[in-house]
């Protein structure tokens, strides 16, 4: 059972305007929660993540959301680029021991120019 | 600073042969974990190994092992290989274990079970 779901394979948005990519998650014993851009061809990179005691977290252009009673959370991207085209991918850990990141299935983003 | 380099970057292998992949911390990190990322889905866990030892392990049966050694770099094994072991296989290190170290992946090495 897929306990991280990213409900949407792709998502295609124009250069410029804002990409959201969202995330749900069924197991509350998730406490930390992070996102992760994969070029084809290289490793997952880390981009931004977020702890459950904050229900906002803040990077540049990228700002993650969480929402603890939905067990929700959705990256945006503001303003979305070219560059950004990829595949996400929302992790979650559970506890402060823990030591294995669970992962969604990813979403491909392309942002035309 | 050099980052997570694993080899090789692709393999084909038979079913029922063993295979042993590779992965060279990025420097100064003490912890590796191996993650496995089939076609479509999302990387899930193997294992993690912390100063040589295993520190956790995923719902990956026993064919599926790993070394740590002390230069903290990795090993993957995997025994009697299967057609469904095709996947990409990653290495990630961080430094420490817990939830809000940032681990650093490597490019993968892809592995095709004929």
């Known amino acids: 059972d897929q306990q991280v779901k990213q409900n949407s394979p792709s998502l295609s948005v124009q250069e410029g305007r804002i990409s959201i990519l969202n995330c749900d998650y069924t197991n509350s014993m998730f406490d930390y929660f992070l996102w992760y851009k994969k070029y084809p061809a290289e490793g997952p990179t880390f981009l931004i993540s977020i702890s459950s005691i904050k229900d906002k977290n803040e990077d540049g252009r990228f700002t993650v959301f969480l929402n603890k009673s939905a067990k929700h959370l959705s990256l945006h991207i503001v303003p979305s680029q070219p560059g950004d085209s990829a595949v996400y991918f929302c992790a979650a850990y559970s506890g402060a021991g823990s030591y294995q990141l669970t992962f969604g299935k990813g979403t491909k983003l392309s942002v035309i120019p | 600073e050099t980052g997570v380099t694993q080899s090789p970057t692709h393999l084909i292998k038979t079913r029922g042969q063993q295979v042993t992949l590779r992965c060279s911390s990025q420097?100064?990190?003490?912890?590796v974990s191996w993650y496995q990322q089939a076609l479509g889905q999302g990387p899930q866990f193997i294992f993690q190994?912390?100063?040589?030892?295993?520190?956790g392990r995923g719902n990956f049966p026993p064919r599926f092992s790993g070394l740590q050694f002390p230069n903290y770099s990795s090993e993957l094994n995997v025994n009697a290989l299967e057609l469904d072991d095709s996947a990409l296989y990653l290495c990630?290190?961080?430094?420490?274990?817990?939830?809000?170290?940032?681990?650093?992946f490597g490019q993968g090495t892809r592995l095709t079970v004929v």
């Open positions: 990630a290190s961080s430094l420490g274990t817990g939830h809000n170290t940032e681990a650093f």
């Open positions: 420097s100064g990190h003490n912890t």
């Open positions: 190994y912390y100063r040589e030892e295993e520190n």
